[in-house]
């Protein structure tokens, strides 16, 4: 078993609305968690981080982390066409910030 | 500027033909990281390193060899590459003390095994 597990999609969603994507994670002692966002072939680029439950803002984005029930979500507000890419969700390999990835979920935001 | 380079870009090879796909970072960073990517599967961790002469596998080390004889650089080796080795890859680099974000990815590398 992956330690993160995500749903692949594809997530389609319209321009304007918000797009939900989920991630649960199997180790009950993970602290932190990564957001990546990747255009196709591109890098990962990192969008949000989040150690600490409740939520945490930047932009459009929110990162919500629910230790008792192991997952953690990323909301995307006012969704553009230009958000559509792959979401990955990561959490470190122990003692240090190398994150390790779930499969990601493809996000379409259609005009 | 910072950066994170990986060659060669892209790379076509045949079945048993070993190679290297080098990874260097101008940052002075402690960690190393190599992925690989494939449709649906995300990025898989193959090797990592958190300095030199330590390295330690990742999800998916089968078929694969990596070496950090200096901290600059950690080349990813495929001594015998099979078809199942098509993929893209991404090296990555951080330093042990900083913050969350201070991630680099390198370019990729896209490579076909014949």
């Known amino acids: 078993q992956k330690e993160v597990e995500q749903n692949s999609g594809p997530l389609s969603v319209p321009e304007g609305a918000i797009a939900s994507l989920n991630c649960t994670y199997s180790d009950r002692g993970s602290q932190s968690f990564f957001w990546y966002r990747q255009y196709s072939g591109k890098s990962p680029e990192l969008i949000m981080f989040?150690?600490?439950?409740g939520d945490k803002e930047d932009g459009r984005f929110t990162a919500q982390l629910n230790k008792a029930s192991q997952y953690v979500s990323l909301l995307i507000r006012d969704s553009q066409p230009s958000d559509s890419a792959t979401y990955l969700c990561?959490?470190?390999?122990?003692?240090?910030?190398?994150?390790?990835f779930g499969r990601g979920t493809s996000l379409i935001v259609h005009p | 500027e910072a950066q994170v380079t990986q060659n060669p870009r892209y790379l076509i090879t045949v079945t048993g033909k070993k190679l290297t796909v080098t990874c260097s970072q101008n940052?002075?960073?402690?960690?190393m990281s190599w992925y690989r990517q494939d449709p649906g599967l995300g990025l898989r961790q193959i090797y990592y390193s958190m300095n030199v002469e330590v390295t330690d596998k990742g999800d998916v080390p089968e078929g694969y060899k990596v070496s950090r004889k200096e901290k600059r650089n950690f080349p990813l080796i495929l001594e015998s590459p099979s078809p199942n080795q098509t993929s893209l890859y991404f090296c990555?680099?951080?330093?042990?003390?900083?913050?969350?974000?201070?991630?680099?990815f390198g370019p990729g590398t896209r490579l076909t095994v014949l």
């Open positions: 989040i150690y600490s439950n």
């Open positions: 990555a680099s951080r330093p042990a003390g900083g913050g969350a974000d201070t991630q680099y």
């Open positions: 990561a959490v470190p390999v122990r003692g240090s910030y190398i994150p390790t």
């Open positions: 940052m002075n960073h402690e960690y």
